[in-house]
Nanobody, 125 residues
Framework: QVQLVESGGGLVQAGGSLRLSCAAS??????????MGWYRQAPGKQRELVAT????????NYADSVKGRFTISRDNAKNTVYLQMSTLKPEDTAVYYC????????????????WGQGTQVTVSS
């Protein structure tokens, strides 16, 4: 079964940068990742979408709050998605979760969403 392992979180000052990584491990070699994304959840807040990217053409979209500051990218060969965060603000403080929509084969019409364990990002003012 697939597991998503996240890394890259930490404590930074406002204006700093961090790069989050999320890699899928386990599962069959033929797994097909349909889409990848990053979500975040701050204390007392609902989980919100940060950015998504398709595994094919690489089309991406972002929450308005991070546009121009965050960049999502992926390496299909490594089953890995990244989130480059720059010009970080205190309001970016949250636990960041990786998500991948995965099918067991390229042609399968069925897919399952997998979630990473979460990585803490704290931005001090």
């Amino acid at each position: 079964q697939v597991q998503l392992v996240e890394s890259g979180g930490g404590l930074v000052q406002a204006g700093g940068s961090l790069r989050l990584s999320c890699a899928a491990s386990g599962g069959a070699f033929s797994i097909s990742i349909k889409a990848m994304g990053w979500y975040r959840q701050a204390p007392g807040k609902q989980r919100e979408l940060v950015a998504t990217i398709t595994s094919g053409a690489g089309s991406s979209n972002y929450a308005d709050s991070v546009k121009g500051r965050f960049t999502i990218s992926r390496d299909n060969a490594k089953n890995t998605v990244y989130l480059q965060m720059s010009t970080l603000k205190p309001e970016d403080t949250a636990v960041y979760y990786c998500n991948m929509r995965i099918s067991m084969t390229t042609t399968s019409p069925f897919a399952t969403d997998y979630w990473g364990q979460g990585t803490q990002v704290t931005v001090s003012s």
